[in-house]
């Protein structure tokens, strides 16, 4: 059994350094967003958050996306006009932040941006918008 293995394994060796490639880019992708984003929540954790602590949640997308669809009560913040508008968020740079973009990529790079300028609690939605309603919780295009 151990001899066809290894024979299998050096019949497709560059199929198994692909693979190891790619597990070691997810998890490189992981440890980035954990480091430049900060603990990322997920849909339910993000639920908790807004209806337990009254998290401000803000939309990094564009005002065309926004209107297209966005969380219930979001703040459309693009992440292009992010630090010239934060003034919007509010004086309480205490309360807690739920940023989320289309698929959570974008949102990690506002939640660093929203934390040099003084924002104590930032949490990127992970798999943003996307994520959120795969997980059948409720969007608004008001």
């Known amino acids: 059994m151990m001899l066809i293995l290894v024979e299998f394994f050096h019949h497709h060796a560059g199929l198994f350094a692909a693979l190891g490639a790619l597990v070691a880019a997810l998890i490189a992708n992981e440890i980035h967003g954990n480091l430049i984003g900060g603990r990322r929540l997920t849909p339910q954790d993000a639920v908790r958050l807004i209806n337990d602590r009254e998290a401000l949640v803000v939309d990094v997308r564009t005002a065309a996306d926004f209107k297209k669809s966005h969380l219930l009560n979001a703040v459309n913040l693009p992440l292009a006009k992010l630090e010239e508008r934060a003034g919007e968020l509010g004086k309480d740079r205490a ?37 959120w309603m795969n997980s059948n919780l409720p969007v608004t295009a008001k």
């Open 95 to 131: 309360r807690p932040l739920l940023v989320y973009c289309a698929l959570g990529g974008t949102a990690n790079e506002a939640a660093a941006k929203l934390r040099k300028l003084g924002f104590a609690e930032v949490y990127p939605l992970r798999g943003g918008l996307n994520g």
